[in-house]
């Protein structure tokens, strides 16, 4: 019984010595959401007019259509975890430019990396986690790996911020400080991996670009798909809409209106650590029912908006439903395809750019409906995952 104990404390401490750089790259994937507060700075800083600054930010997006499905050949190649090394130098380059560099070409080029280097850590990373834990734990621990990187998203603006009122005017970068701060990180987070042994599943069968698309022939993985741009369009569309229900409704300044969006970040962030207690305990279609609830509840409360509490309300609900969403979908989709991880891997990911169809929709319905159509094509989202809920197996 004694020699049991310790292999079994001798497993656990393995464990724990792989999961700890592979929860610090989650960390280090949180570093692109720093586009969104830099891309302001870069503005002001370069006179950059509106079409120029918002260019930036859509590059993101961008890189995620490009090359995430290639990522996952990539992977059949190369391994996973080499994949993931080779993500976390292309965000060390990436974040190394602005420091050397202040002019509107190098920030293109940065934020370019900076995508890129997401879009293949994000197809790389979470298959890497699903070979070290058990498929029943999976969605728990990506929700986790999602807290991580929400710490990341969180910190950036407050380090700008605090770069740019010269607190620390000896290192001349202003609000760029983030960039050195972020790198020391990143080099951290290399090293740590490069260390640790992780011994990974044998490469998958499907190499080619064509076999790897045709996998959205499968009915799950395309449901699964579809059910990631629902994701994430409602989380840009939230932080988009939310501050201009505020302004359009209530009157509020640009600067007061941003409560929507931090009111929608906080309960986001709270609902993947509580997504990670929560999910190792309860069913996921169970869980997922009640974050789709929430949302449902949430929209409402935004279509009503008859005071500024319900709207924060229902900003808050969205956040918190929309938390664990990812996770949960990605998970399914692993998990009912487990030969071939890596190829759905760089599809869900491709999923990512419905951060780019969802606003650009919300646009054009709120140009001729106001912030109501955009709200509207939201529910749509919402209403999709409620479906996609009843094709979840039960665990």
Not at 1 to 11: D, F
Not at 70 to 88: C, E, F, W, Y
Not at 246 to 268: M, P, S, W
Request: hydrophobic share 55%; proline share 4%; net charge positive.
């Amino acid at each position: 019984m004694a020699n049991q104990s310790v292999v079994s404390t001798n497993k656990k401490g393995a464990f724990l010595m792989q999961m700890i750089p592979v929860m610090l790259c989650f960390f280090t994937m949180g570093f692109v959401d720093l586009v969104g507060s830099a891309t302001n700075f870069v503005k002001e800083n370069l006179n950059l007019e509106d079409a120029q600054a918002a260019f930036i930010p859509s590059l993101v997006f961008f890189w995620f259509l490009i090359f995430s499905v290639p990522t996952g050949i990539l992977m059949n190649k190369i391994g996973r975890k080499k994949t993931v090394l080779l993500s976390q130098l292309l965000t060390l380059v990436s974040l190394i430019i602005p420091i050397c560099l202040d002019t509107y070409a190098a920030m293109l080029i940065a934020f370019s990396l900076l995508g890129i280097g997401n879009a293949v850590m994000q197809t790389s990373l979470n298959p890497l986690v699903s070979g070290l834990i058990h498929p029943d734990r999976l969605a728990s621990t990506l929700t986790f790996g999602q807290f991580v990187k929400a710490l990341a998203s969180l910190l950036a603006p407050y380090l700008m911020s605090w770069g740019a009122m010269q607190l620390i005017p000896t290192f001349g970068l202003d609000w760029r400080v983030v960039f050195p701060i972020f790198a020391v990180i990143n080099v951290l987070s290399i090293a740590m991996l490069s260390a640790t042994p992780i011994q990974e599943e044998r490469p998958d069968k499907i190499t080619g670009f064509m076999e790897c698309v045709k996998l959205l022939s499968i009915p799950f993985v395309s449901l699964c798909f579809v059910g990631i741009m629902c994701h994430v369009g409602i989380d840009v569309g939230t932080n988009t809409f939310a501050p201009q229900i505020l302004i359009e409704k209530f009157g509020l300044t640009t600067a007061d209106a941003v409560i929507g969006t931090q009111i929608y970040f906080y309960f986001r962030t709270g609902g993947c650590l509580l997504g990670s207690y929560i999910l190792a305990r309860m069913a996921a279609k169970t869980f997922f029912g009640i974050s789709v609830l929430s949302m449902i509840i949430g929209v409402i409360f935004l279509f009503i908006a008859s005071s500024q509490f319900l709207v924060l309300a229902g900003v808050a609900l969205i956040g918190f439903g929309n938390s664990n969403v990812f996770s949960i979908v990605f998970a399914q989709a692993l998990n009912r395809q487990p030969n071939e991880k890596n190829e759905v891997s760089g599809l869900m990911i491709m999923g990512l750019f419905g951060g780019t169809v969802f606003p650009l929709c919300m646009g054009f319905a709120q140009a001729g409906m106001g912030v109501a159509g955009a709200v509207g094509v939201m529910a749509i989202g919402v209403i999709y995952l409620l479906y996609f809920m009843t094709q979840i197996k039960r665990a």
